[in-house]
């Protein structure tokens, strides 16, 4: 039953993402063309900035499908972070526009041009419908970090439409030309500012550190809570993808027959996956003829520390 959910969980995802890819890429060509036509830099600059969304969404399609596959000798842990890996770089890609808007804006800035309001305003109306609703069918996705870079990007593209939308009212009740592209520096912040989480998840879970509210000695407090583990060290946590985390440490415990840890081993497990949930487990058992009820966790050595 879990795996058909997930299975039909995906399929879902790869559906909204084709219908999103296909709305985005006409919504680029419409703004690009109304800007170059109403001489709007806040229209071109949200073309570009929804252009960016073409590759993430096509890279989030690809992590999708990536991430059903199954493990094989070459990837034994299988594709899961295909899908970090697309958020890492689709980042990285609206770090890059946010950068070109800015600098656009300082051109325009030097160099002023008329703006026609109307315009803006219609497509920017336009552009706002189709970000509200792509990120509405998103939203069911936003545990998994691929889609939660996407979702990120069109809550983005919706409040730049609504920031497009003001600017337009304000250029037609004020004249103020100026307004567009202090509207292009205020989609570039924007894009900075909701990157930012999606770029420090990624490099966490790429560079493979503890995942969000994991910590060695909190993860080791819960195993020391299991009936026969007397010390737990050597711990290491990681996370394989978006919402699947990993765990190796060695546990000590009395000498005792493999049948008797083999019960304290899925003892371990099963509140490890359910405090953390924690899928994944390699535990190394380790004996000792030390009488005494002792419980301890003995953190791994700094490099300064070790002989």
């Known amino acids: 039953m879990h795996l058909h959910s997930h299975s039909h969980s995906h399929s879902r995802s790869k559906t ?22 109403g001489h709007s830099l806040a229209l071109i600059s949200d073309g570009w900035h929804n252009l960016a969304d073409v590759p993430s969404l096509a890279l989030a399609w690809l992590a999708i499908y990536l991430e059903g596959k199954s493990p094989d000798p070459r990837r034994t842990y299988g594709y899961q972070r295909a899908g970090v890996l697309a958020a890492f770089v689709n980042a990285l890609l609206l770090v890059a526009v946010a950068l070109y808007l800015c600098y656009e804006g300082y051109q325009r800035i030097l160099s002023p041009e008329p703006i026609s309001s109307r315009l803006m305003l219609i497509v920017g109306v336009i552009a706002l419908v189709i970000h509200g609703s792509i990120s509405l069918a998103l939203s069911s996705g936003h545990s998994d970090l ?30 103020q030309h100026i307004i567009d592209p202090l509207l292009a520096f205020l989609i570039a912040g924007m894009i900075l500012w909701s990157t930012a989480g999606v770029v420090t ?8 550190g503890a995942p969000k509210g994991m910590t060695p000695s909190a993860v080791a407090g819960v195993m020391l809570g299991v009936p026969g ?20 440490c060695h546990v000590r415990v009395l000498d005792m027959p493999t049948s008797e840890s083999e019960v304290i081993c899925e003892q371990i497990r099963q509140a490890l996956a359910e405090s953390f949930s924690i899928s994944h487990t390699t535990i190394q058992f380790e004996h000792t003829h030390v009488p005494g009820d002792f419980h301890r966790y003995m953190p791994a050595p700094m490099p300064s520390e070790k002989k």
């Open 201 to 208: 998840d990624s490099v966490q879970i790429l560079l493979e």
């Open 146 to 175: 691929n889609l939660r870079a996407v979702l990120i990007h069109n809550l983005g593209d919706a409040l730049s439409n609504i920031a497009i939308i003001a600017g337009a009212w304000l250029i037609a009740r004020t004249g």
């Open 16 to 37: 909204t993402l084709n219908l999103a890819l296909l709305v985005t890429l006409a919504l680029v060509t419409v703004e690009f063309i109304t800007g170059r036509a």
């Open 229 to 248: 583990v007397r010390e737990v060290h050597d711990i290491h946590i990681w996370s394989l993808g978006s919402h699947s985390h990993a765990l190796s």
